[in-house]
């Protein structure tokens, strides 16, 4: 059985750093692309950033430069390192294998004050 599993959500004023991990489980991990994407109320879900399994990464235009992905292969562990956050970074932030018909997480909530 595939588990996704995030951590590392939370509340944290404009400015400031959040780190978040997914956990995956049940399948081979190191030969998965990997990402992260967000979805704010009311809006579409999209794509923040992609790491493939050779550890190449690619990250929306509004992310670059503040969030860096990355993953460790031993442990199964997915990273969103967020720096500089804005209140627009605010959303559910969920884990991805595979690509979006694949393997989803349950998502961990960001909510960034102004």
């Known amino acids: 059985q595939v588990q996704l599993v995030e951590s590392g959500g939370g509340l944290v004023q404009a400015g400031g750093s959040l780190r978040l991990s997914c956990v995956g489980s049940g399948y081979a991990f190191s030969t998965y692309a990997m990402a992260w994407y967000r979805q704010a109320p009311g809006k579409q879900r999209e794509l923040v950033a992609r790491i493939t399994s050779g550890s190449i990464t690619d990250y929306v235009d509004s992310v670059k430069g503040r969030f860096t992905i990355s993953r460790d292969n031993p442990t199964n562990t997915l990273s969103l390192q967020m720096n500089s956050l804005e209140p627009e970074d605010t959303a559910v932030y969920y884990c991805?294998?595979?690509?979006?018909?694949?393997?989803w997480g349950q998502g961990t909530q960001v909510t960034v004050s102004s």
């Open positions: 991805n294998a595979g690509g979006p018909h694949y393997y």
